[in-house]
Nanobody, 125 residues
Framework: QVQLEESGGGSVQAGGSLRLSCSVSADTRSVICLNWFRQAPGKEREGVAGVAIPRGGSYYAASVKGRFAISQDNVKNTVYLQMNSLKPEDTAMYYC??????????????????WGQGTQVTVSS
């Protein structure tokens, strides 16, 4: 199974940056598909970015391309989401989620079997 824990959320002004971290603990050597999701009050949960662990493809939602970057440190067993040029519409609870399967179904909530508890990101104008 896979255990996930997010951190790094906070409050910033528009145009600022944050880096979210997802600590990954797994007892499988299979490829892990990890997605970042976000959900704002009254909105559907949506995919933000994804990456294959320990290596492979990645994806970004159109709304964050050019502003966000996903990466992984396999020594620290951590996946990062660097968020730059933040906008008020980026305000949401951010979750990392994982599935052990191939190929990765990017941004698919139902495909993700394991979830972290979430970390809040608030962007003010």
């Amino acid at each position: 199974q896979v255990q996930l824990e997010e951190s790094g959320g906070g409050s910033v002004q528009a145009g600022g940056s944050l880096r979210l971290s997802c600590s990954v603990s797994a007892d499988t050597r299979s490829v892990i598909c990890l997605n970042w999701f976000r959900q704002a009050p009254g909105k559907e949960r949506e995919g933000v970015a994804g990456v294959a662990i320990p290596r492979g493809g990645s994806y970004y939602a159109a709304s964050v391309k050019g502003r966000f970057a996903i990466s992984q440190d396999n020594v620290k067993n951590t996946v990062y989401l660097q968020m730059n040029s933040l906008k008020p519409e980026d305000t949401a609870m951010y979750y990392c989620a994982a599935a052990v399967s191939a190929p990765c179904r990017w941004g698919d909530v139902r495909h993700s079997n394991y979830w972290g508890q979430g970390t809040q990101v608030t962007v003010s104008s």
